[in-house]
């Protein structure tokens, strides 16, 4: 049987090791850097072999320190988690869910509402929402989870899709009457593109309509990384921008934008929630499970307190 103090070091070693910082290590386990350091000196001399290379810049695993990360992350994880269920058991999920979220219109509102709902049903849980433009370092900023619009391009993420956002293309009518309105989406080439993200060469706009696809070049003279600024933009009668139709919709009904080849869709944007292992405590499995099953509901129209007491997610939402 391991002994108690070989089980604390190698959930010491896995924090320092996943953060590749002992600063930032001992900042989240809330303990003295010296404290910690030393801890996993005395732990590699137990075992007689150095696992982290310690320079005045960074720190590294040593091939040694790469192959023993691995069984004790699943060995820690695991322990983690045995114990968090038993308390969930007597009491519900609790502490603290630390969620990442970009600054999306329509995730900023259905964040706040899943949020709100979820802490009404888990008074255990404390919850910290923080936004940011771009994808988190999960692992090394110490998120338990984050929701991504778009797929994620680290591979090793764990993405379970929970929704999508329908997308158009809208643009001030002042606009359409100065550039003409396009028919056909070849129309569009010919037109002032409103780009989210960096223009290049490359930016297309990808277009279907009943089984019928069409890819056409998008590029203008304005870009950005806001939905909410690329409406602005369009509404001041820069060209043509592809919108969340929920964004989109009050300009629309004031008159300020206009919906552009309404028979032709762009593909819609995934919306999924990102961990970093398949092993979570209670709280991160309760929210993730929480989460899809209220956006399922309000997406259908449906009130989200009609089902939730079933505690299952629909088919199509489960991890």
């Not at 933009?233 to 300009?251: D, K, N, T, Y």
């Not at 899809?292 to 309000?298: D, I, K, Q, T």
């Amino acid at each position: 049987m391991a002994h108690p103090q070989v089980l604390r070091d190698m959930a010491l070693f896995v924090e320092v090791a996943k953060r590749k910082s002992f600063s930032q290590a001992a900042a989240a386990l809330d303990v003295p850097i010296s404290s910690l350091s030393r801890r996993i000196t005395q732990f590699e001399a137990a075992i007689g072999l150095r696992l982290l290379d310690r320079t005045t810049r960074k720190l590294v695993l040593t091939s040694y320190g790469e192959a023993y990360y691995e069984q004790a992350t699943r060995l820690v994880e695991e322990a983690e988690r045995t114990f968090d269920d038993l308390i969930a058991q007597a009491r519900g999920p609790s502490g603290l869910l630390k969620l990442a979220a970009p600054s999306d219109p329509w995730v900023l509102d259905h964040v706040s509402s899943v949020v709100s709902a979820y802490c009404r049903r888990h008074e255990h849980v404390r919850v910290h929402v923080d936004l940011r433009p771009t994808m988190v370092d999960l692992a090394q900023e110490g998120y338990d989870l984050a929701i991504a619009v778009e797929e994620p391009r680290e591979t090793s993420l764990i993405t379970r899709r929970v929704a999508q956002i329908d997308n158009g293309l809208f643009a001030a009518p002042d606009y359409l009457d100065r550039a003409g309105i396009p028919a056909e989406p070849r129309d569009l080439a010919a037109h002032s593109a409103i780009l989210l993200g960096l223009p290049s060469t490359s930016s297309v706009w990808r277009l279907t309509r009943d089984g019928a696809a069409a890819v056409v070049p998008a590029a203008g003279i304005v870009s950005c990384n806001s939905v909410a600024l690329a409406r602005r933009f369009a509404a001041a009668g820069h060209g043509i921008a592809l919108l969340q139709e929920a964004e989109a919709q009050a300009a629309v009904e004031a008159g300020a934008l206009r919906r552009v080849l309404p028979e032709w869709s762009p593909s819609p944007t995934p919306v999924s929630i990102v961990t970093t292992s398949r092993l979570l405590p209670a709280k991160t499995r309760s929210f993730i499970d929480f989460a899809g099953r209220h956006l399922a509901l309000h997406l259908a129209g449906r009130s989200p307190g009609e089902d939730e007491e079933s505690g299952e997610a629909p088919r199509a939402l489960r991890a």
